[in-house]
């Protein structure tokens, strides 16, 4: 499965972003997706994930996950974006039941990254 993310860019504090995720040949609906970030020299962190069935989670009130299973992707809308969010943003994918939505560990797919920089 190949994951294409994209929508990253550069934006101002306070502004927003959305992110777009969509497997190649694969029904969305069938895989547990996860939104990662990483910048230098840390681990990568858990964004927002959506399970299978649709029900999703993110840590931050500022950024909200949907899924569009007619368009094949999901979102990720980020809004009053703060420096510290600036990152490579990752999407990631397993249809397995198992998968730890938050443990990036536990994800067979990933997309190469878009980036994101919020400037002050």
């Known amino acids: 499965v190949q994951l294409q993310a994209y929508g990253g860019g550069w934006v101002q504090a306070g502004g927003s972003l959305r992110l777009s995720c969509a497997p190649s040949g694969e029904a969305i609906r069938n895989y547990n997706m996860g939104w990662f970030r990483q910048v230098p020299g840390k681990e990568r962190e858990f964004v927002c994930g959506i399970r299978r069935s649709g029900s999703n989670t993110c840590p931050s009130g500022r950024f909200t996950l949907s899924r569009d299973n007619a368009k094949n992707t999901i979102y990720l809308q980020m809004n009053s974006l703060k420096p510290e969010d600036t990152a490579v943003y990752y999407c990631?994918?397993?249809?397995?039941?198992?998968?730890?939505?938050?443990?990036?560990?536990?994800?067979?797919?990933w997309g190469q990254g878009t980036e994101v920089t919020v400037s002050s």
């Open positions: 990631a994918g397993d249809s397995r039941r198992t998968v730890a939505i938050r443990d990036a560990q536990s994800y067979n797919y």
